[in-house]
């Protein structure tokens, strides 16, 4: 698994968005039991906060130490650093698994298995992503164009699954389906171009041409739409595959 998100963990912990309440009452209206769960790629710990409202124990694993170092705290969360291919639960022993914007990192063929050996019979696993956010016509032009010319090949190859809404990974379960949903916010100009600023993509570019590509012409290619003091809603389609273990 590829670490892309130590560099900017600051960044990600205060930008990156999180995940609707729709989204964990659906999962767990899918849970049989509410007593641990494991929160894979937890990043800095957007799911793991909410999962410990509910489950009395919350497992959250990261291979990354600096996302960690910026995760929420709480009294039934343990957070350590571990490989998504290579858990150390007991067989058996889990009620739900998350993945949040991560899955499409994994090596799939040695993730399973163990989700399958981890989760007790009748487990829930939940491989969740969103994709490009949106905004309003002219917003989401810009940010298009961003996305696809100005970080052209600065993209991992992955990033195409998550393009393809996870449809397109192997998945050896019978697929519950998630209606449809999104989260949202309200969020001046700096919040997204702080947000731009967390995605890999970036850091690539970065590290190839030596500056940013979150700069001020793309500051000012945004304002001809969105005035700097003013606030729009953001919306980042949320997408899943969510499977139960036999």
């Excluded at 040695?110 to 019979?121: G, I, M, T, W």
């Excluded at 491989?127 to 949106?134: H, S």
Aim: with cysteine; charged share 20%.
């Amino acid at each position: 698994m590829k670490d892309n998100f130590s560099v900017q963990a600051a960044q990600y912990a205060q930008f990156r968005p999180g995940y609707p309440a729709a989204l964990f009452d659906f999962l767990y209206g899918q849970c049989q039991a509410f007593d641990r769960a494991w929160d894979c790629a937890t990043g800095n710990g957007q799911m793991a906060v909410i999962l410990a409202q509910r489950f009395r124990e919350v497992d959250a694993t990261d291979i990354s130490e600096n996302q960690l170092k910026n995760a929420t705290p709480g009294p039934n969360i343990r957070y350590r650093t571990g490989r998504a291919e290579a858990p150390d639960f007991p067989d058996h022993s889990l009620d739900l698994i998350t993945v949040g914007q991560a899955a499409h990192w994994f090596d799939f063929a040695r993730f399973y298995p163990e989700a399958n050996r981890v989760l007790k019979s009748g487990g829930i696993l939940a491989l969740v992503g969103y994709n490009l956010l949106k905004v309003n016509e002219k917003i989401d032009y810009v940010i298009t164009h961003f996305y696809q010319n100005t970080l052209s090949g600065c993209w991992d190859a992955e990033r195409r699954l998550v393009e393809e809404a996870y449809q397109t990974i192997p998945f050896p379960y019978a697929d519950i389906r998630l209606p449809e949903m999104a989260t949202e916010y309200r969020w001046t100009l700096d919040d997204l171009l702080g947000y731009l600023s967390t995605w890999s993509a970036v850091q690539h570019y970065v590290r190839k041409n030596g500056h940013s590509p979150v700069d001020e012409s793309l500051r000012k290619a945004l304002e001809t739409a969105w005035p700097a003091a003013e606030k729009q809603t953001v919306r980042f389609p949320i997408f899943a595959r969510v499977g139960r273990v036999n």
